[in-house]
């Protein structure tokens, strides 16, 4: 891993990016509360979607610390963020259910991954937004309930998480692409290519690990 000094100016893009993603995740939460078949899990997808309005609330308070608007830090990445949750939109509540722990264990795995490098106030930040809640616990029992002795669910949501995986890679590939100052400070946190390598095959292990703790 390397290291990056705190005047990087890929570090304002991460947080935009950051707060982008949990805004969007917010309001897709709460539009996907609905294939809930029970007030329960309607509450469970309510309180995920709160905290991620807490974590939007924080990544805020880190731009407007830097001098900047928050909402234009974060204009560049919502066409991205808009593209990937269209192209994954679940029909289903095991599909909601798998695309929420997925969807955060993805940007989690890719961020937490780097942040080591970052400096001590940035790496406090993306860690708190990013580390896993106790929330997910509701999750995992209640794909595992549906997908025990039935599988066919089991392949179909196998199959869900599987492309989930494949279009966050895609849009992350994108936005490195169109966006220097984020795609320079990966590389640094990172240390070489090689290392960018290494942190793409430990992202795919994780998610891995995920199914197999969702009973996929």
Known sequence: MGSVSSDHPG???LYGALACGEITAFYRLADEAKFAPHLYGRVAIARMAGSEMRHYELLHSAIKE???DPFEVM?????VLDAYHRSTTPS????TLVKAYIGDGIAADFYLEISSAFPPDVAAVVQGVLAETHHSEFV???VRSIVDGDTIAADRLRLWARRL???ALTQAQFVLGQ???LAELV???SGDLNHIATLFDSMQAKHDERMKLLGL
Not at 75 to 79: N, Q, V
Not at 92 to 95: A, C, L, N, S
Request: charged share 40%.
């Open 11 to 13: 570090i304002i893009e």
């Open 66 to 68: 830097q001098g900047r």
């Open 75 to 79: 204009a560049p990445f919502i066409d």
């Open 92 to 95: 289903t509540w095991p599909e």
């Open 140 to 142: 995992k029992d209640e």
């Open 165 to 167: 995986f494949g279009e």
């Open 179 to 181: 966006r220097d100052d």
């Open 187 to 189: 590389l640094s946190a």
